[in-house]
């Protein structure tokens, strides 16, 4: 059978490696040798490249001092992707280990205003941390939709018409709050924005309620390039300059709270505003970097997460938490920006960029730090998706996943002590973009369902194949199209996207 069957054999065999090592993990548990269960901190920053830090491009024109130590200090992955390139369904992906198409969204974002796409009876990362006895909190950019409180309880809300409609806030009371949201999909505290940065409404909600109720009409700004937001309701308080850093003092504020209860570990999501658009660095960042006031932001994102950092030193917990900075899609690093600054690139040597089918739209940086488990300076080349981190965490605390919980994940526990491990962590990934272009990727190719990027780079021409066909292993720039002299693997390729858009990948651990 697996002799005339290529595609399946590869499948079943890469399941079954995967079942055996992660089989070995939980009978023994990562944590061993450890007095509890790890911390967790999970860092999501928001439209930034591989290229952007000075320890993944040697030529970036970034100074990113605490996110080179972190690399240093841990393991780097160099084939990680997010499950979108895309905002709000990588974020999706991440919490609740599924791909995004699966919900309702299946191309685009969601604004502000918009309903929750996590649905209620969803098995989610903070669910499953919880379960194990974490205290479970959100800081930072939501973007996944909010249930707000309405003036008319009566009135039923359109979440179609509020997904595409940003500025659309009828019979919403925003000055009361939510009425589901973080706080009812495991989170035990949240402190959140409800969206991108540029995206109204700019309001703080502290587990559900309005920091500042009071509001006011908030003016846009659309230029230079890249200090960009949109007109619309805010609290009177609220200053999008200061946002990024009440963010890490709100983090900062949660982890000394929960480390006071030594015998409770704690699991912390972090998803940072920056450095999506608008760029604001404060002045103490700003002239930081060769990349104008875009590089700026991303040196002061790295200043926060250098501050969170440190706070887990100066409380003596390092050694056990386990801290993951990622991305949630590639750079907003355009055609304006590389003729302004040549010398740096974002999205390093990847094509395409944020919102794309190419690499340069998904590829994302993908560092991790466990003193107490992980080895430093650590490198591996295995393939991961966001949506692995709810699997990954349920074999760090020993628990197994419902066969309806994070269909779409796989851990990578078995790296964590050995990096050099050659069994493959995921058998495919599919890759989604915000025009809801599909591609997958097994072994070294890549086959994209489409003509051009999916996305803002290119929409393709008539003279193009109906579809791409890359080896990514030899050709990461995506330059050389085999689509139409690889016909086989084609074939191969597409009925297995076919299948796993429809039927989703069979759990077998």
Known sequence: MFRHNPNLSYTVLMLLLASSALLVFRKKGLAQGTAQQPNVIYILADDLG????????????????HLDKLASDGLVFTDAHSGSAVCTPTRYGILTGRYAFRSRLKKGVLGGYSPMLIESNRFTVADLMKKAGYRTGVVGKWHLGLDWAKTDASKAINHAEYDVDWTKNENLALEKGIT???????????FIIPASLDIPPYIYLRNGKPADPHLTDIAGNKTPRGVFWRDGKGSQSFDLQKTLDVFGQEAKNFIAGAAQNRSKPFFLYLPLSSPHTPWLPSEAHKGSSKAGIYGDFVHHTDAV??????????LGIAENTLVIFTSDNGADWKPGDKELYPAHRANYLYRGEKSDIWEGGHRVPFILQWPAVVKKGGKTTQTICLTDLMATLASITGQKLDKNAGQDSFSFASLLRSAGDPTPVRPSIIHHSIDGMFAIRRGKWKYIDGKGSGGWSSKGDASEPEGQLYDIENDPSETTNQFETQPEIVKELRALLEKQKAQGFTRTL
């Open 50 to 65: 591989s290229g952007d830090l000075s320890c993944l491009n040697p030529d970036s024109q970034i100074n990113t001092p």
């Open 180 to 190: 589901a949201g973080p706080n009812d999909l495991g989170f035990d505290h949240s």
């Open 305 to 314: 997460v250098g501050a969170v950092l440190h706070t887990l030193d100066s």
